[in-house]
């Protein structure tokens, strides 16, 4: 009796380890498998030149990746289906919920956020860069200068602009608006009309809100730029083979040139702040 009964307790032991195991791949890999077995990737998106945009008139939809997302198609026989318009404080809850399959419209890549979801391997890099008042002469070449009880920083609930300021800058105060999706005009009106000091924006963004407002608005002068973001496709937390077939299909792209014609087609528009990740075999 003694014997089977160390038996019995051994084979529990052995056995539900096994079986939770396989329980939690199950739920975890839940979303790789229906995409997979139905051919179709819910994208969420955000109207945000030159990575997505939505034509207000037409509603027609452009950009570097639903370009992109075309190819995916191409190469994997999964149909991209462009599900619903995310906004930024959402996107953790609406990759976890369930509500869609990924952030399909370049999703910045963050220490915060990821504690939460996934992110795929970069597409490329944008730069984002400090912005100021174009008469201010505070702030260039100097970085703790911004760093100040006495300073104001402009950014937006649930976006970059405000992570950056509270691990960058947490000695400044900080006044974070209502999230706007798909542009960067809000929060560079509010530095131009003096409700703040600085505020931090993407290049691409900044670029274009400075040649339609001369005079306006300047990029603090600094050696480096604020952050280089990585521009990605982004998961639920719980998606490691999502994860890892999203970049396998990413890295067949980049090796066979995809993606740098892709991004050839919108450098004249966008001079200088596409950047290119670099390739493995060059040094």
Known sequence: MVGKFIFLFLLGVLVVPVSSTAFADEEQDAVFKRVIETKTLRCGYWNWPPLYMVDPNTKETTGIFKDLMAEFTRVTDIQVEWTQEIHFDNLISDLNNKKIDAVCAGAWLSGARAKFIRFSNPVFYTTMNAYKRADDPRFDGNRDSMNQPDITIIGMDGEMSSEIAKADFPKAKLMSLPQIAGSATELLLN??????????????????????NPGKIASVKMETPIRLMSNTIAVAGDEERFQDFVNSVLQ????????????????????????RVSKPYQE
């Open 191 to 212: 530095v131009d009309t003096g409700k703040g000091d600085i505020t931090f924006a993407d290049a691409v963004g900044a670029g274009g809100f400075i040649k339609n």
């Open 252 to 275: 067949e792209l980049h090796n066979s040139g995809v993606v740098e014609h892709i991004l050839e087609k919108y450098d004249s528009a966008y001079p200088n702040v596409l950047v």
